[in-house]
């Protein structure tokens, strides 16, 4: 993970943005416009200049004058857009005239990022030069945090190696112990003490376990690992692994199958704590056997928690720059042409008259059209960025009771509310739940009317260790496993009038509340929603 320092350094560090102007009183305006941004302000009076730079320097961005003598700011933006080394650095047109639709979209053609009319309006040039300044860091912190996760990788992987190489050296030397046992005591005492050593300082967690999940042995790496004082005390609190360690019970019923068939290999989960906090971590391990019966398991625990929160971190950080590109282009190749077809359609209400009912009702229907058009942006927008949160303290059954309240549930469906009145309130954005909860009670409410058995939607809520449990099910149609493992994917829908971004948002809201959602479901038997959130962010 980039350290602290790493990164004060890059944010210390002056960024470089080039001012391109045929006017030294303009340049001189611009910089001193920027100049509390802590910026490395590179000057051209013309597009000639401003390419020469270009050969032994990188940009955040490049403000660059359109109507420039010579080469002007266009012609320069196009060679800019040829050299691979510059292509990707965003240019921002400024303008001391109203652009043409044909300039504009000659000028996004160009690769421009925006446009800027003069005279210059200092607080909008600095804000759209820090927002660019801003991405340039984040880049520069995605590469160095890119090289350290390989080097955490690389680390994994070699003591994961080691510990292979150990337990093998093990049993090969426990066999041959086993056949003579008598003629090599002071040997075998030599290699226990050898063993003993290896057990009790390696890093990694080191344990052994029955096949009803009782501990043998864990050595102290592992105790430490999880917080407990002893391996006596570890054996007490967790009579049985499988069931009490792992977070998700699914994954502990999973992890023992895969195990008792022979050897499990960089398994990984998420288990608790003594005082129940989570960690994260890979799990290796084989059945050992004799005389025909498997006996015990054995196996290695490495803590990965830490190069778990940096691979969130980055993948974050890469999916919100390939968001930002992807809502900037749906902005200008949908969204203008749908503002020009609204206005045109406003002129034509104007100018039909209300004495021309046919055309009218078209108008309208055209302009129902583009609406939901509109709305399909928003809502792709929507599901592929990082949702920001306004956290408050909220009581999910009073939340829940509210959503129910306003939505129309048909009087054909019973609605059975099974709510702990135990639950504490959580940190959640409400707004944000409400849209979760509101989502998933529509969709039972829409498989339960394409149904014809007896129509039931049950809500309940529970305290599940530190989460709350949230469990939505319906006696609807269901869903085959075809839909359901593509349940989380954008744009696939089953239904003939879905957009097939529901589930989407849904799942990054949850995820974003640092929680968990889990779906089952199958044909003619209904479909069950699991909603899990955190008791404390």
């Not at 000659?106 to 804000?127: Q, S």
């Not at 967690?205 to 391996?231: H, R, W």
């Not at 989570?278 to 990965?304: D, F, P, Q």
């Amino acid at each position: 993970m980039l350290n602290q320092g790493g990164t004060e350094m890059i944010y210390a560090q002056k960024i470089n943005v080039m001012l391109v102007d045929d006017n030294p009183n303009n340049l001189i305006s611009m910089e001193a416009i920027l100049s509390d941004l802590n910026l490395n302000i590179v000057k051209a009076s013309s597009g000639e200049e401003a390419l020469r730079h270009l050969l032994n320097m990188d940009f955040a961005v490049i403000i660059l004058d359109v109507t420039m003598p010579g080469m002007d700011g266009f012609e320069t933006a196009r060679i800019i857009r040829q050299r691979q080394q510059t292509r990707h650095i965003p240019i921002i047109f400024v303008t001391a005239y109203a652009r043409t639709e044909l300039e504009t979209q000659r000028g996004y053609e160009l690769g421009a990022a925006d446009y800027l009319f003069t005279p210059v309006v200092p607080n909008v040039l600095k804000g759209k030069v820090f927002v660019f300044v801003d991405l340039f860091r984040t880049s520069m912190i995605v590469r160095q945090q890119a090289i350290e996760m390989a080097e955490v990788n690389q680390k994994l992987y070699d003591a994961h190696e080691r510990m292979v190489k150990i337990c093998k050296e093990l049993h090969k030397v426990t066999s041959r112990l086993e056949e003579n046992v008598e003629s090599q005591s002071q040997q075998l005492m030599t290699i226990e003490s050898s063993y003993r050593s290896i057990f009790e300082n390696v890093l990694e967690g080191i344990f052994q376990i029955t096949e009803d999940g009782k501990i043998l042995l864990a050595n102290p790496a592992m105790v430490n690992m999880l917080n407990y004082d002893s391996c006596e005390q570890l054996m007490d609190a967790v009579p049985n692994v499988f069931q009490q360690l792992f977070v998700y019970p699914e994954r502990g019923e999973e992890f023992r199958q895969r195990i008792s068939a022979g050897m499990v290999h960089s398994f990984e989960a998420g288990i608790y704590t003594k005082d129940n906090n989570i960690i994260w971590v890979l799990l290796s391990a084989n059945a050992v056997h004799g005389k025909g019966m498997y006996v015990y398991y054995e196996g290695v625990m490495i803590n990965i928690t830490e190069h778990k929160k940096l691979e969130e971190k980055l993948l974050k950080v890469e999916k919100a720059e390939a968001v930002a590109k992807l809502a900037g282009e749906t902005a200008h190749e949908i969204r203008n042409p749908l503002q020009v077809i609204q206005t045109g359609l406003y002129l034509l209400k104007m100018t039909a008259g209300k004495e021309d009912e046919k055309t009218s009702t078209t108008i309208k229907q055209m302009e129902h059209a583009v609406q939901r058009a509109c709305k399909f942006i928003d809502e792709l927008i929507d599901s592929s960025r990082i949702p920001e949160l306004n956290i408050s303290y909220v009581n999910i059954n009073s939340l829940l009771e509210g959503v129910v309240n306003e939505i129309n549930i048909p009087s054909s469906i019973k609605v059975d509310l099974e709510l702990d009145k135990s639950l504490p309130n959580i940190p959640a954005d409400s707004e944000r739940l409400c849209e979760v909860m509101h989502n998933l009670i529509k969709n039972a409410i829409e498989s339960m009317e394409q149904s014809s058995r007896e129509k039931e939607l049950r809500i309940k809520t529970e305290l599940e260790k530190e989460f709350v449990k949230i469990t939505i099910s319906d006696t609807g149609k269901g869903m085959s496993e075809d839909e359901l493992s593509n349940i989380w994917t954008a744009f696939y829908t089953s239904k003939s009038m879905g957009k097939g971004l529901g589930m989407t948002i849904v799942k990054r809201l949850v995820e974003s509340h640092k929680g968990r959602i889990d779906v089952e479901s199958k044909v003619d038997a209904g479909t069950r929603v699991v909603v899990r959130l955190m008791r404390s962010m």
